[in-house]
């Protein structure tokens, strides 16, 4: 039962354009919503986050977006850079299961120079 | 602040041998988790640990995995005996009280052969 879903399992996008990874969820309980990057044999490292009182938070090129009512959630990268190749993971917390993450599947990112 | 850290990064075993992963958390930090991320899926909650009590162990296959939280500090992952389909990477989380963002280790890479 995948809870978080990243539909998308590859993006590819030119270096100074915007990147948007998009991440649905169906428990209209999850509360605090995460977005992590994670680089080849490291582990996910936090990115930003957003509560369910929110519907967007910023921290500098990093931009999430919430929109409640269609259990959606995205994350906008502007400008891109190639640095910021990885896979990026959506994760979801349930206030009523002890606040357990539970994380999408990810997506690939590549930013082409 | 020093980071999660986990050992051993890699370990290669053979079926129905055992094996234990090691995980000593960000310091100060409360809860604890330990999470199964198989190639090309999203880590999945194995156990989660808030001090040195089990917050959730419903995902973790008692027969063969169990963990226990020191004095709520380190922890330790144990698989016994393995099978293949639990070959994975084995992440390390830690995070200050609920609804804070997790802090990973690299993981251990296990393969089963």
């Known amino acids: 039962d995948q809870q978080v879903k990243q539909n998308s399992p590859s993006l590819s996008v030119q270096e100074g354009r915007i990147s948007i990874l998009n991440c649905d969820y169906t428990?209209?309980?999850?509360?605090?919503f995460l977005w992590y990057k994670k680089y080849p044999a490291e582990g996910p490292t936090f990115l930003i986050s957003?509560?369910?009182?929110?519907d967007k938070n910023e921290d500098g090129r990093f931009t999430v977006f919430l929109n409640k009512s269609a259990k959606h959630l995205s994350l906008h990268i502007v400008p891109s850079q190639p640095g910021d190749s990885a896979v990026y993971f959506c994760?979801?917390?349930?206030?009523?299961?002890?606040?357990?993450?539970?994380f999408g599947t990810g997506t690939s990112l590549t930013v082409i120079p | 602040e020093a980071g999660v850290a986990q050992s051993p990064r890699y370990k290669i075993i053979e079926k129905r041998q055992s094996v234990a992963f090691w995980c000593n958390p960000i310091?100060?930090?409360?809860?604890l988790y330990w999470y199964q991320q198989i190639l090309g899926q999203g880590p999945k909650l194995l156990i989660q640990?808030?001090?040195?009590?089990?917050?959730?162990d419903s995902q973790l296959p008692k027969d063969r995995f169990s963990a226990e939280r020191l004095k709520g500090v380190d922890s330790t992952l144990k698989i016994q005996p393995a099978k293949l389909e639990d070959s994975a990477v084995y992440l390390c989380?830690?995070?200050?009280?609920?609804?804070?963002?997790?802090?990973f280790g690299n993981g251990t890479r296990l393969t089963v052969t």
């Open positions: 989380a830690s995070s200050p009280d609920y609804n804070s963002p997790l802090h």
């Open positions: 428990n209209s309980m999850f509360d605090y």
């Open positions: 957003i509560s369910s009182i929110k």
């Open positions: 994760a979801a917390s349930d206030p009523n299961t002890g606040n357990q993450f539970y």
């Open positions: 310091s100060g930090h409360a809860t």
């Open positions: 640990f808030q001090n040195n009590g089990v917050v959730d």
